[in-house]
C-alpha cells in the first residue's frame, strides 16, 4: 500500500540532544503496525548521528516508526561548529 511521511524540522541547541518524536516523523500505511515501518538512514547527518537514547554514543543506521513513538531514538549534536542545520536521509 502507499506510505504517507510526515517531517518537521527538529529544533535544539548547538551541543545538545533532541528526541525524535512522531512530532517530527511520523509515517503511516494503514495497517496500524508502526513495528513495522522501518527507516534506513542512507545518508547520516554531518555534524551529529541519530542513536538509540538506551544506547549513547553508538549511531545507527535504521529505526522503526514504534521506536519514534516511544521516543526511544534522538539526534545528537555533536560538533562545535556553528551551524544551523543538519539533514539526514
Known amino acids: 500500500g502507499d506510505i504517507a511521511v510526515f517531517t518537521k524540522p527538529?529544533?535544539?541547541?548547538?551541543g545538545k540532544q533532541a528526541y525524535i518524536t512522531t512530532?517530527?516523523?511520523?509515517?503511516?500505511?494503514?495497517?496500524?503496525?508502526?513495528?513495522?515501518?522501518?527507516?534506513?538512514?542512507?545518508?547520516?547527518?554531518?555534524y551529529g548521528q541519530i542513536e538509540y537514547v538506551s544506547?549513547?554514543?553508538t549511531p545507527i543506521t535504521s529505526f522503526s516508526q514504534m521506536d519514534v513513538a516511544r521516543q526511544i531514538v534522538c539526534y545528537i549534536h555533536n560538533t562545535k561548529a556553528a551551524i544551523s542545520e543538519d539533514t539526514f536521509r
Open 10 to 14: 527538529l529544533r535544539m541547541l548547538k
Open 23 to 46: 512530532d517530527v516523523l511520523l509515517a503511516l500505511d494503514g495497517t496500524d503496525k508502526p513495528e513495522e515501518l522501518l527507516y534506513v538512514i542512507t545518508s547520516p547527518p554531518q
Open 55 to 57: 544506547y549513547p554514543g
